[in-house]
């Protein structure tokens, strides 16, 4: 068994614009200053309250719940137009179909909704390459290792026969706390300084280097 769990946003898909602009829309829906976007790109692969949370802490809670609400009623209508943009990173479909027909076991971590996973994978045409979806819907925010731990036991793989991959501090940190060897990808929204302090055993610069990091 070898089981390598994926994050989405960051690792995967750049999908920041799309994230940005739904994140301006719900804080202006909710009374709310805009966020600089700076400050929303640090924050992609959190679950969404929490995002909000760190985005705007001093916001009462009310407002902030309000901005949880309209982010998902404009991600969804920017998706449902047609006009969310979310590609995936260079080299990721070959590494993907590569590492499955080495036999890799494949699998997703995000702070994504299931309806928004289902749909990006969906898109892209590799949904079938992967044995477990995890995400935020169903399990605490990163770096909490519940759903990393659950993708552990979809797949029937150890901790030890697993491997995180992730473009943020927050998987590194999920990875450690869930004893799975953390890899860091600097493509994403956190430089590679970030994720060797976080705990990543490594850190691939584009996706042929990731390959080997996995098979090494």
Do not use: K, P, S, T
């Given at each position: 068994m070898r089981l390598a769990v994926f994050d989405c946003d960051g690792t995967l898909v750049d999908g920041q614009a799309p994230v940005c602009d739904a994140m301006e829309e719900a804080f202006a829906a909710a009374g709310l200053a805009a966020p600089d976007r700076h400050a929303v790109r640090r924050i992609v692969g959190l679950s969404l309250p929490q995002a909000v949370r760190r985005l705007a802490p001093d916001a009462p809670a009310e407002r902030q719940a309000a901005a949880v609400e309209a982010y998902k009623r404009a991600f969804r209508a920017t998706r449902e137009a047609g006009r969310l943009e979310e590609p995936l990173f260079d080299g990721i479909e070959d590494l993907l179909r590569g590492l499955h027909a080495e036999g890799w076991t494949l699998a997703v971590a995000t702070g994504k909704s299931d309806r928004g996973l289902a749909a990006c994978l969906a898109g892209h045409g590799i949904a079938d390459l992967f044995v477990s979806l995890q995400t935020a819907d169903r399990h605490p925010s990163k770096p909490h290792p519940a759903m990393l731990e659950a993708a552990l036991f979809e797949a029937g793989a150890s901790a030890g026969e697993a491997m995180m991959i992730g473009d943020t501090s927050f998987?590194?940190?999920?990875?450690?706390?869930?004893?799975?060897?953390?890899?860091?990808?600097?493509?994403?929204?956190?430089?590679?300084?970030?994720?060797?302090e976080a705990g990543a055993h490594a850190v691939a610069r584009h996706a042929s280097e990731l390959k080997d990091i996995l098979n090494g």
């Open positions: 998987d590194m940190a999920m990875a450690r706390a869930a004893g799975v060897r953390a890899i860091g990808v600097c493509w994403g929204y956190h430089a590679a300084r970030e994720l060797h």
